[in-house]
């Protein structure tokens, strides 16, 4: 009787430990920068969350050889078109600023998301560039609608697309938040 306790026990200790385990994965690969900032910004945190995780993996000094930089990776063309857009003043040394760049990021990815009328064209136009994604909407090739993509040509597009949208699924997943 005293083993098959003891081994009752091993086994629930072991599977305690497998779930601790996995709630310290999921909270360093899906981590939440500058939450205040995304929930301010009135966006789904969970796709902000996805899009920084893609584009930077958490990096605040992250830098492409396109020249994007900080979390949300963006261009310093792109942050002053935002700023622009919104009133507000352009500081290119502070892109690198968490706090800020997420937030010309959410502006950015909220304009994106009311310019176009599905979210993974939104996304699409946030890897590729806004005016891309509208001659692929022009053309039959890509779109049937003029509003959709059937098919992304650029290949780390389509793979970005599916990645983002592959980690807010996670971030609904463990941390239960709204869509």
Same mark, same amino acid.
């Given at each position: 009787? $005293? $083993?098959?306790l003891r081994n009752i026990l091993i086994i629930f200790a072991g599977i *305690?430990?497998?779930f601790l385990v996995g709630f310290v994965w999921a909270a360093m690969a899906y981590r939440r920068p500058c939450r205040e900032t995304?929930? $301010?910004?009135?966006l789904s945190p969970a796709l902000v969350y996805a899009v920084i995780k893609a584009e930077s993996g958490f990096d605040e000094r992250a830098k492409s050889r396109a020249g994007a930089v900080g979390l949300m990776q963006l261009l310093p063309s792109t942050a002053e078109f935002v700023c622009r857009l919104n009133g507000l003043e352009f500081s290119p040394e502070k892109l690198t600023e968490g706090s800020? +760049?997420?937030?010309?990021?959410?502006?950015?990815?909220d304009y994106l998301l009311n310019r176009f009328s599905a979210e993974e064209t939104a996304l *699409? *136009?946030? +890897? *590729?560039?806004e005016g891309t994604v509208w001659e692929w909407l022009r053309d039959?090739?890509?779109s049937s609608d003029g509003e959709h993509l059937m098919h992304i040509p650029y290949p780390e597009t389509e793979k970005y697309v599916k990645k983002v949208l592959k980690f807010? $699924? +996670?971030?609904l997943?463990?941390?239960r938040e709204r869509t």
């Amino acid at each position: 009787m $005293k $083993k098959s306790l003891r081994n009752i026990l091993i086994i629930f200790a072991g599977i *305690a430990l497998l779930f601790l385990v996995g709630f310290v994965w999921a909270a360093m690969a899906y981590r939440r920068p500058c939450r205040e900032t995304v929930e $301010k910004s009135g966006l789904s945190p969970a796709l902000v969350y996805a899009v920084i995780k893609a584009e930077s993996g958490f990096d605040e000094r992250a830098k492409s050889r396109a020249g994007a930089v900080g979390l949300m990776q963006l261009l310093p063309s792109t942050a002053e078109f935002v700023c622009r857009l919104n009133g507000l003043e352009f500081s290119p040394e502070k892109l690198t600023e968490g706090s800020y +760049n997420v937030r010309l990021g959410c502006l950015y990815l909220d304009y994106l998301l009311n310019r176009f009328s599905a979210e993974e064209t939104a996304l *699409a *136009a946030y +890897n *590729a560039g806004e005016g891309t994604v509208w001659e692929w909407l022009r053309d039959g090739r890509y779109s049937s609608d003029g509003e959709h993509l059937m098919h992304i040509p650029y290949p780390e597009t389509e793979k970005y697309v599916k990645k983002v949208l592959k980690f807010r $699924k +996670n971030y609904l997943i463990f941390y239960r938040e709204r869509t």
